[in-house]
């Protein structure tokens, strides 16, 4: 069954700087991968959709890369602010279509002033 | 405003006590889905929903019922909750499927004693 890897360990940014988190995943390649984020005691937010043909998306400060080689997508924030501070999760298509979503545990962005 | 809103947020009980948690979307969604999320595993999906009266098994069903006898709403039930079940619960819907932008409720802490 497919398998999504995001970096347990907390990323500790100053701001102003990128952040970079990463998403791998083991088996077959998705169709798409989502990004979102999540505050504490909130629900996650929709940030980004990348589809397997598509190398790169942006919206504003953030960048989504998406290597089905590497099976692997890269989420940038550009010019963080403490504000940008939360869990970021990463998402993709079960087996069998377009009915599953299989989430990753998500990183949590501490972006220190 | 566009909005899932999930009752309780919060609620606990006892091991075999029969609990429903609500779901209801404004946005005329045809997609809904319910996952739990725990320490380190991340959203896992439980059921999700293609339209009224579809409804499949998402990776962690057991021990959860779910029904979709109208569009806008997908309640959860849990016919005799067990100690397991203690877990942060979201709904979420979308327009078409999982590979659609997923909007979440604010979540529902369930602690079953």
């Known amino acids: 069954s497919q398998k999504i890897e995001q970096n347990s360990e907390a990323l500790n940014i100053q701001e102003g700087k990128t952040a970079t988190l990463t998403c791998n995943y083991t088996?077959?390649?998705?169709?798409?991968l989502q990004w979102y984020r999540q505050d504490p005691g909130r629900g996650p937010v929709f940030l980004l959709l990348?589809?397997?043909?598509?190398k790169e998306k942006r919206k504003e400060r953030l960048k989504v890369t998406f290597d089905t080689t590497l099976k692997q997508s890269l989420f940038h924030i550009t010019a963080s602010q403490p504000a940008d501070s939360a869990t970021y999760l990463c998402?993709?298509?079960?087996?069998?279509?377009?009915?599953?979503?299989?989430f990753g545990a998500g990183t949590r962005l501490a972006v220190h002033p | 405003e566009a909005q899932v809103t999930q009752n309780p947020r919060y609620l606990i009980t006892v091991t075999g006590k029969k609990l429903t948690v609500t779901c209801s979307q404004n946005m005329n969604h045809e997609y809904m889905s319910w996952y739990r999320q725990d320490p380190g595993l991340g959203l896992r999906q439980i059921y999700y929903?293609?339209?009224?009266?579809?409804?499949d098994k998402g990776d962690v069903p057991e021990g959860y019922k779910v029904s979709r006898k109208e569009k806008r709403n997908f309640p959860l039930i849990l016919e005799s909750p067990s100690p397991n079940q203690t877990s942060l619960y979201f709904c979420?819907?979308?327009?078409?499927?999982?590979?659609?932008?997923?909007?979440f409720g604010d979540g529902t802490r369930l602690s079953i004693l």
């Open positions: 088996n077959y390649s998705p169709a798409y």
């Open positions: 998402a993709l298509d079960g087996a069998g279509g377009y009915n599953k979503l299989i």
């Open positions: 929903s293609m339209n009224v009266e579809v409804t």
């Open positions: 990348i589809r397997e043909n598509e």
């Open positions: 979420a819907s979308s327009s078409e499927s999982s590979n659609q932008p997923q909007h």
